[in-house]
């Protein structure tokens, strides 16, 4: 917890015994806000009764002294933090601990310094990457991301049907002008060349657009947390973008290269006419 995440409140000290933080949503689920006193049982310190022989839990009282929100919804639900001290004697540990957690300045590192930590530490200390916490919330993402390619490239064949429609009643509209051309000298060659030309324009065009189109739409709904999703099912009360550019180095290439192949055909049929075919057929 650090002071970017607290909502209200402050961080409890070692000079602040009894006082703990709680998450900005379980803090709502309990009606316990900064002030309040909050009581919590201790498993570990459960007492067995000399007259009924039953156990008795021996309950503790802490004064809430803030709150927190991390974003994470799994920690603003369920997570109350206090000091080392207060929550050793809570959990009964004496001066031991039972997780210690480690930050690193660029995440994706975390698997390299995992196997460092477990080189150095006793086989006995199990050593967990947030990847390896996650990994059923990744992977159900890498569905979606591949689910969301298909529909992509679906989307974009669409597009390159539309493209050959297109082209191929433009060959249709314009076979006298094909015709005259080729009559004064434009070989096959340029023919197509030209109708070549017009579909690379097109895709260039209209990738570009929807390149920018994306790419905006992307930082807005990032920044303004636009898209709200269930947090009890993603962890997440809002929809995160990450741009990958290689990811969409990829969606552009294969749109140009659709709108390319897509012309391939429309400009065949305009290079195969004759000058008397075309003239003819006006």
């Known amino acids: ?14 000079s602040a015994e009894g006082g703990i933080l709680l998450g900005h949503r379980l803090s709502q689920r309990l009606q316990a806000y900064p002030g309040d006193l909050v009581r919590l049982v201790s498993p570990t310190s459960v007492r067995v009764s000399r ?31 206090m000091d080392r001290e207060t929550a050793q004697a809570f959990a009964g ?36 990457t947030w990847q390896e916490q996650n990994a059923a919330l990744f992977g159900a993402l890498k569905l979606e991301k591949l689910g969301m390619g298909l529909v992509i490239f679906f989307i974009m064949i669409v597009a390159a049907f539309n ?20 009559a004064m000298g434009l070989p096959a060659r340029s023919v197509g060349r030209i109708f070549l030309t017009q579909g690379a324009i097109i895709g260039l065009l209209g990738t570009s ?5 994306g790419l905006a739409t992307a930082l807005i709904v990032d920044q303004t947390g636009l898209v709200r999703i269930d947090p009890s099912i993603y962890f997440l009360d809002h929809l995160p973008i990450h741009i990958d550019p290689v990811d969409v180095l990829v969606v552009v290439l294969a749109s140009m290269a659709l709108a390319v192949v897509a012309t391939i055909h429309p400009a065949r049929r305009a290079a195969a006419l004759t000058p008397v075919e075309a003239v003819r057929a006006e």
Do not use: C, H
């Open 1 to 14: 917890i650090t002071e970017g995440t607290m909502v209200a409140g402050m961080i409890p000290g070692d």
């Open 51 to 81: 007259m009924t022989g039953s156990p008795t839990p021996v309950y503790w009282t802490m004064r809430v002294t803030g709150l927190f929100e991390t974003g994470m919804f799994i920690y603003d639900n369920e997570f109350v933090v």
């Open 93 to 128: 540990l004496g001066e031991a601990v039972s997780t210690i957690s480690v930050m690193v300045e660029d995440p994706w590192q975390a698997p390299a310094v995992q196997a460092r930590l477990e080189g150095s530490l006793a086989p006995t200390v199990r050593v967990e």
């Open 163 to 182: 493209i050959v429609g297109t082209f191929t009643m433009l060959v249709a509209f314009k076979t006298r002008e094909i015709g005259i051309l080729q």
């Open 209 to 213: 657009l929807g390149l920018i189109l």
